[in-house]
């Protein structure tokens, strides 16, 4: 039943998603913070929850509103065209960078994690007519010469690249220079920016044992050939297809099942990240049910990393209103709470503790970055800010009387 299902992922995120943390509390001079309450407030999640962003941004008050709602509720973004090869040389040599540049200075200003969408794309119909025309030989120069341009010039920007999008159901690159093509482009890019993932991106995982196999034996395949494979890229534009279990009728997708998927392409030891989440449903109600679903079949899996909605705002979703969360004039629906709800409500951790006689306060709390506040002994607010993972643990922060 749906709701047993709700207990299980609750109690999965509470294995995968948090920790006992220990606080070592000083004041400005090192002295312990002893004795003390502490307002203990998560502000960010270590986990990646985010929304592609319009290359096109909203211009007036459109615009800071697109902005605000994005700061207000995500840490993640990803680029929804701007960062395709016809997104940015739609025009054989006309290179235009300036809609992928305000995207990443955007994401820089605000401290929002940005994946970068997509190096290239397997099937044909998003290939320019330009490039289809090309001799095989300017081909694989070309390619060579787009990434040289592009991935240099946002080398250490990026929280991931999406390298080959949709190689299972296209094969663009492939049939025209051959299957090590593929490999190709991972190596070059990471010869370039070595530091960044670079991920495989897919959809049709989630409901398929099939495409799951293929999926896997297409990672390997990539790995033999010297790829340097980052992470594992899952679509979700059907999360609708969650409707019926959600609502304990019969069929509709089975989050088991669905981790189940998530447990075979862990098994590949590789980050994992729910990459393009959209759910089309005239009801807000069932479409907040079907997103609530995915976004707890993602945050419950150890190794899933990410989940990021492809839009939220009517005017800007490529499905329509009908998978918004946010309507035209910037009213939030049913499923924008739900969402809302979700991360900043449910998934955070806010508490009191109390200091012993070193600053030294301990609490369980969910990953992510904490401010911690307190009085000082003038009755004065102190602050500080703590970053806690499954890697850190323990910290000590030093409460500090704020800066205004």
Request: charged share 30%.
């Amino acid at each position: 039943m749906a709701d047993d299902w709700r207990k299980e992922s609750d109690e999965r995120i509470e294995r995968h998603r948090k920790g006992s943390f220990a606080l070592t509390c000083v004041y400005a001079n090192g002295r312990p913070v002893a004795k003390k309450t502490l307002s203990v407030r998560q502000r960010r999640s270590a986990f990646l929850f985010g929304t592609c962003v319009t290359s096109g941004r909203p211009t007036g008050a459109d615009g800071r509103n697109y902005d605000r709602f994005i700061v207000e509720h995500f840490n993640a973004l990803v680029t929804e065209n701007a960062l395709k090869w016809y997104g940015l040389e739609r025009q054989k040599d006309r290179l235009t960078f300036g809609a992928a540049d305000r995207i990443v200075k955007f994401a820089e200003a605000n401290g929002l994690a940005l994946r970068g969408h997509c190096l290239f794309w397997a099937k044909p119909r998003f290939v320019q007519k330009w490039v289809q025309q090309l001799p095989n030989d300017e081909l694989r120069k070309r390619m060579d010469r787009h990434v040289r341009e592009v991935v240099p010039r946002y080398r250490g920007k990026l929280a991931a690249w999406d390298i080959n999008n949709e190689m299972l159901d296209g094969s663009f690159f492939k049939d025209r220079l051959g299957e090590g093509i593929r490999a190709w482009m991972f190596k070059r890019t990471h010869e370039l920016d070595p530091n960044t993932p670079l991920f495989v991106n897919e959809y049709g995982i989630m409901d398929s044992d099939a495409k799951t196999r293929r999926y896997i034996e297409l990672i390997k395949g990539l790995q033999a050939r010297g790829a340097p494979v980052g992470g594992i890229g899952v679509q979700e534009h059907g999360a609708a297809a969650y409707a019926n279990f959600v609502r304990g009728r019969p069929g509709g997708r089975r989050p088991r099942d669905v981790w189940r998927r998530l447990d075979r392409l862990g098994k590949l030891d590789l980050p994992i990240h729910i990459t393009e989440v959209s759910s089309r449903a005239p009801d807000a109600e069932l479409r907040a049910d079907t997103l609530e679903a995915i976004l707890r079949v993602g945050y419950a899996h150890p190794k899933v990393e990410a989940v990021l909605l492809w839009g939220f705002w009517a005017g800007r979703h490529w499905m329509g209103p009908q998978a918004a969360l946010v309507d035209r004039n910037w009213k939030v629906n049913a499923a924008g709470r739900r969402v809302a709800r979700l991360l900043l409500e449910d998934w955070r951790t806010n508490v009191e503790v109390t200091t012993g006689a070193s600053g030294l306060a301990k609490f369980r709390g969910l990953f992510g970055t904490y401010e911690i506040a307190a009085t000082d002994a003038a009755g004065r607010k102190i602050r500080g800010t703590v970053e806690l993972t499954k890697d850190a643990a323990a910290a000590k922060v030093v409460l500090k009387r704020s800066a205004k």
